[in-house]
């Protein structure tokens, strides 16, 4: 049963056969709390876990009740989880309730013992008592909550901490095969197509809706179009339906469609939309049901898709610009001291720490958006080819490109197509005439004051990039320039996912046409479901996904090695071998890695020496190599919401900075740049511990291989590898490059003593 259909009858429940209960039994329709959420707490992890419904007298927590839909088992699972919520109320309510319809179980909250059916109102005030919740138990309702509450979600591969919690105002719906008429989804196979394939197109559609459906397509670039079968430009392509299926959890089939488009030239932006049609009533209906706009048009490049190698070897060293260095105290207008105020740091400043990146090793730096705007984070830009003045000039800008490309350290904008300021000329002009060129540049719901805009935030109107004078501007007079003018090696693209596919095709054409090796990558939070669909467009994305493991096996320890090992083989395998994952600890929109690890050192060298033994460009966001942390937590207890700007502190310099930890990242980023392996996919698992915390791998690559050990228990472990059949076992000893400490390999195996927390990274004793 999907999550949507087990909504529904547990609802049915609850309204048929819990409430009628309770009403009668005498409680109020005000005691009764539905969604109840209780906001708990473990070190600096926070969530919101909910119950179904929450009864309270005198406001003071009575019974929980957990409503399940009638086919639905009440297990042990679910008792555990009900009870740990009781258990973490204050004070705890004395009852728990789990019920199907079919069967209602009632117990105390505090022996766990069945009372029997659900008390009257009158009876319950004698469950009522003042006794406390001991702190064993409390513990113990606490590990339940937190161990059955993934960062990552294990079925959709997405992470709900951020997902659902950081970006709570943000859901993107769950459109499906079998909850849309007519659904296709980029369908197509295969994937990546070259000028030797044909591409079958496949489409869904509820079942007996339309008995034609059309494909028209175009391969000069021009916009696809036509109706009822009757083509007004490009060519059409009819497909047949192949089956029927019925979904296995409601009384509804669909049809399956399919039709092969053949196989076109390299170089060829093969574009198209799809009509189901009703011949018998005359109804065309078109997928995403947007037939007069390129929203509605799909599309596919026809190439050898390669990504630059230089990406795949980078390593990139994120600066928040106004949070980095204060290069040029004259242009500090209207400095503050809290977490949104300019607080400062400028283009000079980047200039002036250019040789302390350089000496880090990192080969590249993503600079934060300096467009001339309305905040100091950039992104509420309202000059797009202007460099804010809080940050320096264009001049200033092109200066430090110039000295960068002399230190050999590639230079990447943050690039923002999504959305701008509402104080934009465009935008504002917009707003007081309907004729106005950039009136269709914006998605008016009620002219002028009501629009799309960007995740809810009023002040950032979305741009309609499927509108064609705003995408020619944003593709070939915004992105152009900077790559053209200012030789930018790379554009990191703000909420890729915001932008359509049709779009991103012909921005990957317009920018490598110009320059091949440009990096191209985005921000896409949904998980990689969504995200490989980004194949064959961008060079990569942000893993997303991987960042959220990270912290749950070297902060919570709610994965175990083999349960991250997984997550990382699984986005080996989802992903195209070009696609470029970007890996990386903490950004500027999450708490950073030492904050939730409650500034434990030993956890963060953990995870960055395993986060740099992974394929991809590494990311270090600026600061967490010197130990930068941060003065509050990015949750708002009260809504649920998340202030990102705690997480962008003002870098440590001089003394402040943790001398030992920039010397462990500037080895790290030594050993990633002089050993191939370490870059390489390529991985054979030696020792898996789930009980001691030890994963012992090597990283392979041609004939080179390189040894990673990683304890991750808080506790001393002495351990015995076994190397047989490994080119490593034919050598004499292994040296760890970290600290220079040497092992000596007899009958192919090496002996090591591990500190708590301590990871090694060994190769041969040159």
């Not at 499906?176 to 394939?197: M, V």
């Not at 409650?598 to 600026?622: H, M, N, P, S, V």
């Not at 462990?664 to 001691?692: H, M, P, T, W």
Request: hydrophobic share 35%; net charge negative; with cysteine.
């Amino acid at each position: 049963m999907d999550k949507f259909t087990k909504v529904k009858y547990r609802n049915l429940v609850r309204d048929k056969y819990i409430l009628p209960k309770l009403y009668k039994l005498g409680y109020k329709e005000e005691e009764i709390i539905f969604d109840a959420k209780l906001l708990v707490e473990k070190g600096r992890r926070k969530i919101y876990v909910n119950t179904d419904l929450l009864i309270k007298i005198d406001n003071k927590p009575a019974m929980v009740i957990s409503v399940r839909a009638g086919t639905e088992e009440l297990t042990e699972h679910n008792k555990e989880q009900v009870i740990s919520y009781a258990r973490l109320l204050n004070p705890a309510a004395p009852l728990f309730v789990m019920s199907n319809g079919l069967k209602t179980e009632v117990y105390s909250t505090y022996s766990e013992q069945i009372i029997g059916g659900i008390p009257s109102k009158d009876k319950i005030t004698e469950y009522l008592k003042e006794e406390e919740i001991s702190n064993t138990l409390k513990d113990r309702a606490l590990d339940k909550v937190f161990s059955s509450v993934s960062l990552w979600d294990e079925i959709y591969r997405k992470s709900p901490y951020h997902y659902v919690n950081m970006r709570s105002f943000y859901n993107p719906g769950e459109e499906t095969s079998f909850n849309t008429d007519l659904f296709h989804n980029y369908n197509y196979s295969p994937n990546l197509p070259t000028d030797k394939d044909q591409v079958s197109i496949r489409v869904s559609s509820k079942r007996k809706l339309i008995d034609r459906l059309y494909l028209y397509y175009t391969v000069d670039n021009t916009f696809p179009k036509g109706e009822k079968g009757e083509v007004v430009n490009g060519n059409k392509l009819e497909l047949k339906r192949k089956y029927t299926e019925a979904d296995p959890q409601e009384d509804r089939l669909i049809d399956w469609w399919e039709a092969k488009l053949p196989a076109q030239e390299k170089g060829t932006r093969v574009r198209y939309i799809i009509e189901g049609y009703d011949t018998k009533n005359d109804r065309s209906y078109f997928v995403e049901d947007k037939v007069d706009s390129q929203k509605g048009s799909f599309s596919y490049l026809v190439q050898d898709y390669q990504t630059p190698q230089w990406a795949k070897e980078a390593i990139v060293y994120q600066i928040f610009i106004d949070r980095f260095c204060d290069g040029d105290p004259s242009n500090n207008y209207d400095l503050g001291y809290t977490a949104t105020d300019y607080q400062g740091g400028d283009l000079q400043g980047v200039i002036d720490s250019l040789d302390y990146i350089k000496n880090l090793g990192a080969t590249a730096i993503w600079l934060s958006p300096f467009y001339e705007g309305m905040a100091y984070h950039g992104y509420h830009i309202t000059n797009f080819l202007k460099v804010d003045k809080h940050f320096g000039d264009n001049k200033l800008l092109k200066e430090l490109i110039d000295q960068a490309h002399s230190l050999d350290i590639k230079v990447i904008l943050d690039f923002v197509p999504n959305h701008c300021s509402k104080d934009h000329p465009f935008f504002l002009e917009a707003q007081q005439d309907k004729e106005s060129e950039y009136y269709n540049w914006f998605n008016f719901v009620n002219w002028p004051d009501e629009y799309e805009d960007f995740c809810g935030v009023k002040e950032l109107p979305h741009i309609n990039n499927d509108y064609p004078s705003a995408r020619d501007y944003t593709i070939y007079q915004q992105a152009l320039y900077w790559v053209k003018n200012y030789k930018v090696d790379g554009l990191r693209m703000d909420y890729a996912y915001g932008l359509s596919h049709d779009f991103w095709t012909e921005f990957r054409m317009g920018l490598k046409e110009f320059k091949s090796d440009i990096y191209i990558f985005g921000e896409v939070w949904e998980g990689p479901g969504i995200t490989r669909e980004f194949a064959g467009e961008l060079d990569g994305c942000f893993d997303f996904s991987l960042v959220w493991s990270f912290r749950e096996l070297f902060i919570h320890s709610s994965k175990t090695i083999s349960d991250f090992r997984d997550d990382v083989d699984y986005l080996i395998d989802v992903y195209p071998d070009e696609f470029i994952l970007g890996r990386f600890l903490d950004n500027h929109d999450m708490t950073r890695f030492l904050w939730e690890a409650e500034g434990d050192k030993r956890k963060l060298k953990l995870a960055a020496l395993c986060q740099f033994t992974l394929a991809g460009t590494q990311f270090i966001y600026y600061g967490t190599e010197v130990g930068v942390s941060q003065h509050n937590d990015c949750r708002d207890d009260n809504t649920g919401g998340i202030i990102f700007d705690y997480s962008r502190d003002f870098m440590l310099w001089g003394e402040e900075q943790d001398k030992d930890l920039y010397h462990f990242y500037q080895k790290l980023c030594q050993f990633r740049k002089e050993y191939g392996a370490l870059r390489s996919k390529e991985r054979i698992d030696i020792i898996v511990d789930d009980n001691n915390g030890i994963w012992v791998y090597i990283k392979k690559d041609l004939d080179q291989e390189v040894l990673v050990i990683i304890n991750n228990q808080d506790k001393s472990s002495d351990i015995e590898i076994d190397l047989s059949g490994q080119n490593l076992s034919q050598e004499d000893q292994l040296v760890d490059l970290l600290n220079d400490q040497e092992y000596m390999i007899r009958a192919s195996k090496v002996n090591i003593t591990l500190n708590p927390l301590e990871g090694k990274i060994l190769v041969v004793d040159k």
